[in-house]
Structure formats: structure tokens, C-alpha cells
């Protein structure tokens, strides 16, 4: 099955640095792969995703890139500001071939990064 | 929309007794998830369903852990007996999975509040 691992665990920078988050994945099939920003006792929330049809994918702050041949995704976030402060969850998973059951589609999440930004 | 509803937010009981934590999915949604978070073992999947079906439950510890969809709008994960490594949080998510197309974002997750499980 799909083993989805994570790097750093933790990361700290200073308020205005940039933080990049690294995740590397075993199944070449994947296709979907989103980022989620959890904070302190809430609930995980998707902050970008990223298809396999795409290489890299912006929303402002934050950009996403894929590089399929390596098998490995990043996440990218400039301008750090002390919000941003929170555990970032990657993730992957395949779809496409729902009707013959199994496990596709269905995220294999990460082990998280805890970021910190220090004002 | 309300969003994924999860009830009861937290929940503490003793050794040996029945836990049920229920789940309302975002409405047109047919897919709905079940996961475990805990410190050493992060966010881990229980059981997803498709269209009420259960697809995959293999991430479901052990014997002791059951999950029902009667209908597409009410899960139930269940814990009988409770044991005190059952402490977690527990989140329901659901998402729309279509295949549509590969350009189309239908199979977003939306996570619930969680449930804070306590087991003493």
C-alpha cells in the first residue's frame, strides 16, 4: 500500500522567512495530493492540493510543488507570519478507479510537521 | 452548510464501557471517513464508506471497534469494550468522490470537530 513520509517533524523560522515542507510517496499511482493545516485542538483543514497532471500550483503565500518522477511533493510558504504557526499534514492517495472497490481514495496522511514562527 | 457535525465533542468513561461517537457528513456527500489522531501514531484512517458501503476497514484496530452508515446523512463508530489506548481524538470527514474527471476537486476532504475520547 501507499507509505506517504515527512520531513521535518518540526520547523522553526523567523517571522517573514520561508518554510518548505518535504513528503516523499511509494505507490506511482497516486494522483492527489492535498496539505492540511491543523492548529492547535481544531480540526484539520486543506490549505492547497495538488493533482498529477500539475507540477505546481500557487495561492498566494502558498504554493505547492510535484515532482512525480522522484515520487516527492513540497509545500512552500513565503512570507512566514506567526499565524501560519500550526502542524501541516501531506497527504496522497489515488482515484479513477472507485467502482472496483479497494482502497483508492482514500488519503494515506503524513506524520506531520510542527511549524513555528517566531515573531 | 454546517459542515461535518460530531457528536459528542468530548467524552470521558471508564474501562470496559460502550462508547458510540456519531457523525453527520456534509449533505450531498457519499463518501464519509473515520479517523484516529494521537501523538505517537498521528492521524490514522479507521474505515471509509462510499454511498453507505463500507470499502475498507482495515485500518480498525481490532474486534472491539465497529462503524455503521444506515444512511447517508448518520455514521456511527462504536467502541465496546473501551479500553484506555482507545484515547484519542476521533474525526469524521466526508467528501465528494466523482469520477468526473481528473481536473475537478469533488474528492476534498472536510473534517469534523472531532470527538476528544478519554478512557480512564
Known amino acids: 500500500g501507499e507509505n506517504v513520509e515527512q520531513h521535518p517533524s518540526t520547523l522553526s523560522v523567523q517571522e517573514g522567512d520561508s518554510a518548505v515542507i518535504k513528503c516523499t510517496y511509494s505507490?506511482?499511482?497516486?494522483?492527489?495530493f492535498p496539505w492540511y493545516k491543523q492548529e492547535l485542538g481544531k480540526r484539520p483543514q486543506l490549505i492547497i492540493d495538488?493533482?498529477?497532471?500539475?507540477g505546481e500550483k500557487k495561492d498566494q503565500r502558498i504554493a505547492v510543488t510535484l515532482n512525480k518522477t522522484a515520487k516527492h511533493f513540497s509545500l512552500h510558504i513565503t512570507e512566514t507570519q506567526p499565524e501560519d504557526s500550526a502542524v501541516y499534514f501531506c497527504?496522497?492517495?489515488?482515484?479513477?478507479?472507485?467502482?472496483?472497490?479497494?482502497?483508492?481514495?482514500?488519503?494515506?496522511f503524513g506524520k506531520g510537521t510542527k511549524l513555528s514562527v517566531k515573531p | 452548510d454546517a459542515g461535518v457535525i460530531q457528536s459528542p465533542r468530548h467524552e470521558v468513561t471508564e474501562m470496559g464501557q460502550e462508547v458510540t461517537l456519531r457523525c453527520k457528513p456534509i449533505?450531498?456527500?457519499?463518501?464519509l471517513f473515520w479517523y484516529r489522531q494521537t501523538m505517537m501514531r498521528g492521524l490514522e484512517l479507521l474505515i471509509y464508506?462510499?454511498?453507505?458501503?463500507?470499502?475498507?476497514d482495515s485500518g480498525m484496530p481490532e474486534d472491539r471497534f465497529s462503524a455503521k452508515m444506515p444512511n447517508a446523512s448518520f455514521s456511527t463508530l462504536k467502541i465496546q469494550p473501551s479500553e484506555p489506548r482507545d484515547s484519542a481524538v476521533y474525526f469524521c470527514?466526508?467528501?465528494?468522490?466523482?469520477?468526473?474527471?481528473?481536473?475537478?476537486?469533488?474528492?476534498?476532504?472536510?473534517f469534523g470537530p472531532g470527538t476528544r475520547l478519554t478512557v480512564l
Open positions: 497527504a496522497a492517495s489515488k482515484r479513477g478507479v472507485w467502482r472496483y472497490g479497494g482502497s483508492q481514495g482514500n488519503l494515506i
Open positions: 464508506f462510499n454511498n453507505n458501503v463500507p470499502i475498507d
Open positions: 470527514a466526508s467528501s465528494f468522490f466523482s469520477l468526473a474527471g481528473e481536473n475537478t476537486s469533488t474528492d476534498t476532504q472536510y
Open positions: 495538488i493533482r498529477s497532471n500539475v
Open positions: 505507490d506511482s499511482a497516486s494522483n492527489y
Open positions: 449533505s450531498g456527500h457519499n463518501s
